[in-house]
Every structure is written in structure tokens, then in C-alpha cells.
């Protein structure tokens, strides 16, 4: 399974991005996909996933600024970030779930005050 990620980069607090994680290797459509984060010095998080069935679960943290979606005709799944504040600066990693677990090798988020 090979997760690529896009999107990142660095964005003032109050902006926003879109990021993306094109799966491959995989049965996209049943797998269940996430996006976790981990800043300096932090554990890995989980920010928000989404099951083959569409059902989302995300962190309090990023609830109602963040989507999570998928396209699985593009075997894509996206994570859009609105209103992101400084808090939100971490490496962001796709996650895949289907007979196993699986990382994308991350893409850093910088948000500036």
C-alpha cells in the first residue's frame, strides 16, 4: 500500500488548506481512512477519519474547522482545514486501514500567528 501526500505548506492562522493522500496498492473504496498529526515534541493524533461508508469521526480539537472526505474513484481522500491557528503547525500523515495499517510519509503544516 503507498499513501502520497499533498497539500501542505505554510498558511497564516485564519487561513486554510486542503490536503490530499492519493492511496494506491489497496481496495480503496472498503478501506477506512484517516489523517493523524504530530507537532515537536508530541505524540502522534489523530485529527479525523473516515469509514468506507462515509461516517466521520474527528478530534474536539479540529471539529467543526476541518473535513475529512474521500473520492474513491480518484482513490483520494481530502482533508480540508479552515480557520487554522497556530495550534494546528504539525506534520499531517494519511492513514489506511484494511488488513493491516498503513502511513503516508507526511506533510508538513505551518500555521503562523
Known amino acids: 500500500v503507498q499513501l502520497v501526500e499533498s497539500g501542505g505548506g505554510l498558511v497564516q492562522a485564519g487561513g486554510s488548506l486542503r490536503l490530499s493522500c492519493a492511496a494506491s496498492?489497496?481496495?480503496?473504496?472498503?478501506?477506512?481512512m484517516g489523517w493523524y498529526r504530530q507537532a515537536p515534541g508530541k505524540q502522534r493524533e489523530l485529527v479525523a477519519t473516515?469509514?468506507?461508508?462515509?461516517?466521520?469521526n474527528y478530534a474536539d480539537s479540529v471539529r467543526g474547522r476541518f473535513t475529512i472526505s474521500r473520492d474513491n474513484a480518484k482513490n483520494t481522500v481530502y482533508l480540508q482545514m479552515n480557520s487554522l491557528k497556530p495550534e494546528d503547525t504539525a506534520v499531517y500523515y494519511c492513514?489506511?486501514?484494511?488488513?493491516?495499517?498503513?502511513w503516508g510519509q507526511g506533510t508538513q503544516v505551518t500555521v503562523s500567528s
Open positions: 473516515i469509514t468506507s461508508g462515509g461516517i466521520t
Open positions: 492513514y489506511c486501514a484494511l488488513h493491516g495499517e498503513y
Open positions: 496498492g489497496t481496495i480503496f473504496s472498503i478501506s477506512r
